[in-house]
Protein backbone atom coordinates (compact mmCIF):
# COMPACT_ATOMS: atom_id res chain seq x y z
CA UNK A 1 0.00 0.00 0.00
CA UNK A 2 0.90 3.82 -0.92
CA UNK A 3 1.18 6.17 1.66
CA UNK A 4 1.71 9.92 1.29
CA UNK A 5 3.27 12.21 4.19
CA UNK A 6 2.12 16.18 3.56
CA UNK A 7 4.61 18.46 5.25
CA UNK A 8 4.71 22.35 4.79
CA UNK A 9 1.81 23.79 6.34
CA UNK A 10 1.74 26.50 9.04
CA UNK A 11 0.78 29.83 10.00
CA UNK A 12 1.72 32.51 7.36
CA UNK A 13 0.44 36.27 6.88
CA UNK A 14 -1.65 37.52 4.13
CA UNK A 15 0.80 37.93 0.81
CA UNK A 16 3.41 35.54 2.21
CA UNK A 17 3.89 31.94 0.33
CA UNK A 18 4.62 28.46 1.37
CA UNK A 19 5.57 25.36 -0.30
CA UNK A 20 3.98 21.96 0.27
CA UNK A 21 5.46 19.04 0.09
CA UNK A 22 4.20 15.36 -0.58
CA UNK A 23 5.93 12.65 0.29
CA UNK A 24 5.22 8.80 -1.48
CA UNK A 25 6.41 6.00 -0.15
CA UNK A 26 6.79 4.32 -3.39
CA UNK A 27 7.26 5.15 -7.00
CA UNK A 28 4.77 7.78 -8.62
CA UNK A 29 6.70 7.03 -11.90
CA UNK A 30 2.90 4.63 -12.44
CA UNK A 31 0.40 7.40 -11.42
CA UNK A 32 -2.13 8.71 -13.51
CA UNK A 33 -2.76 12.11 -12.25
CA UNK A 34 -1.28 13.53 -8.67
CA UNK A 35 -3.31 16.46 -6.82
CA UNK A 36 -3.81 18.87 -3.88
CA UNK A 37 -6.86 19.14 -2.58
CA UNK A 38 -7.85 21.24 0.54
CA UNK A 39 -11.08 21.73 2.77
CA UNK A 40 -11.88 24.30 4.94
CA UNK A 41 -13.99 24.44 8.13
CA UNK A 42 -17.55 23.86 6.87
CA UNK A 43 -16.97 23.51 3.12
CA UNK A 44 -16.63 20.93 0.96
CA UNK A 45 -13.19 19.41 -0.34
CA UNK A 46 -12.19 20.78 -3.01
CA UNK A 47 -9.71 20.19 -6.00
CA UNK A 48 -6.75 23.17 -6.04
CA UNK A 49 -4.40 22.11 -8.41
CA UNK A 50 -3.59 18.91 -10.14
CA UNK A 51 -0.71 17.16 -12.35
CA UNK A 52 -0.88 14.04 -14.92
CA UNK A 53 2.13 11.84 -15.48
CA UNK A 54 2.49 14.19 -19.14
CA UNK A 55 3.05 16.98 -16.87
CA UNK A 56 -0.65 18.19 -17.53
CA UNK A 57 -1.68 20.79 -15.01
CA UNK A 58 -5.14 22.15 -13.80
CA UNK A 59 -5.74 24.58 -11.76
CA UNK A 60 -8.85 26.12 -9.49
CA UNK A 61 -9.70 29.20 -10.76
CA UNK A 62 -9.30 31.10 -7.01
CA UNK A 63 -5.43 29.96 -7.13
CA UNK A 64 -4.58 30.43 -10.65
CA UNK A 65 -1.58 32.39 -10.90
CA UNK A 66 -0.73 31.93 -7.40
CA UNK A 67 0.05 28.18 -6.81
CA UNK A 68 1.98 25.83 -8.60
CA UNK A 69 2.10 22.29 -8.74
CA UNK A 70 4.98 20.36 -9.60
CA UNK A 71 6.61 16.75 -9.20
CA UNK A 72 9.75 15.00 -8.83
CA UNK A 73 9.47 11.47 -9.94
CA UNK A 74 13.15 10.91 -8.45
CA UNK A 75 12.30 11.71 -5.05
CA UNK A 76 8.75 10.54 -5.28
CA UNK A 77 7.37 13.89 -4.17
CA UNK A 78 4.63 16.07 -5.60
CA UNK A 79 4.87 19.64 -4.48
CA UNK A 80 2.39 22.80 -4.26
CA UNK A 81 4.04 26.44 -4.06
CA UNK A 82 1.71 29.04 -2.82
CA UNK A 83 2.38 32.66 -3.35
CA UNK A 84 0.13 35.56 -2.85
CA UNK A 85 -1.72 33.60 -0.21
CA UNK A 86 -5.16 35.53 1.31
CA UNK A 87 -7.13 34.60 4.38
CA UNK A 88 -9.47 32.41 2.09
CA UNK A 89 -6.89 29.99 1.30
CA UNK A 90 -6.83 29.13 4.79
CA UNK A 91 -8.03 24.92 5.21
CA UNK A 92 -6.50 21.65 5.41
CA UNK A 93 -4.33 20.68 1.99
CA UNK A 94 -4.38 16.89 1.40
CA UNK A 95 -2.58 15.30 -1.36
CA UNK A 96 -3.47 12.85 -3.55
CA UNK A 97 -2.56 10.29 -6.17
CA UNK A 98 -4.63 8.42 -8.46
CA UNK A 99 -3.00 5.29 -9.80
CA UNK A 100 -4.79 2.71 -12.39
CA UNK A 101 -6.16 0.58 -9.62
CA UNK A 102 -6.59 2.63 -6.69
CA UNK A 103 -6.32 6.16 -5.15
CA UNK A 104 -4.70 7.34 -2.50
CA UNK A 105 -4.79 10.17 0.28
CA UNK A 106 -2.45 11.79 2.95
CA UNK A 107 -3.08 12.36 6.38
CA UNK A 108 -3.83 16.15 5.58
CA UNK A 109 -1.67 19.20 6.69
CA UNK A 110 -2.93 22.72 7.90
CA UNK A 111 -2.43 25.60 5.91
CA UNK A 112 -3.90 29.06 8.10
CA UNK A 113 -2.98 32.76 6.56
CA UNK A 114 -3.55 35.75 9.03
CA UNK A 115 -4.96 39.07 7.59
Not at 76 to 85: A, E, F, I
Not at 88 to 95: L, R, S
Request: net charge positive; with cysteine; aromatic share 8%.
Amino acid sequence: QVQLVESGGGLVQAGGSLRLSCAASRSLSNANTMAWYRQAPGKQRELVASITKDSNTNYADSVKGRFTITSDNAKNTVYLQMDSLNVEDTAVYYCNVKFVLFNVWGQGTQVTVSS
